[in-house]
């Protein structure tokens, strides 16, 4: 299974999301000092019913929980994204 993979299997088992978008953007970052572990950059765009009345921190830290260890063995930069469906935009 790839990266991006591995990632939307473990966001979609955590919140169910409406929409759920992972870009691998790790290409952009090729000879970058944090990419040279072979960990890779991504953007992830998450919509989901368990983010409503979160602050964005708390999505975050959530979204940091879902994805464990992958956070230490295959993802070096994480964008976030994470909108409940009343507040997507």
């Given amino acids: 299974m790839s990266r ?3 990632i939307r299997a473990a966001l979609q088992a955590a919140f169910d999301p409406e929409l759920l978008e992972v870009e691998d953007d790790s290409h952009r970052h090729a ?3 944090g990419a040279r572990d072979g960990r890779g950059h991504f953007n992830v765009h998450v919509v989901s ?3 409503e009345g979160k602050l964005p921190l708390a999505r975050h830290r959530a979204v940091y929980n879902a994805l464990g260890t992958l956070m230490e063995t295959d993802i070096h ?3 976030i ?3 409940a469906p009343s507040k997507k935009g």
């Fill in 4 to 6: 991006v993979e591995l």
């Fill in 81 to 83: 994204r994470a909108e």
């Fill in 77 to 79: 930069a994480l964008s």
């Fill in 49 to 51: 019913a368990a983010f």
């Fill in 31 to 33: 000879g970058h000092e």
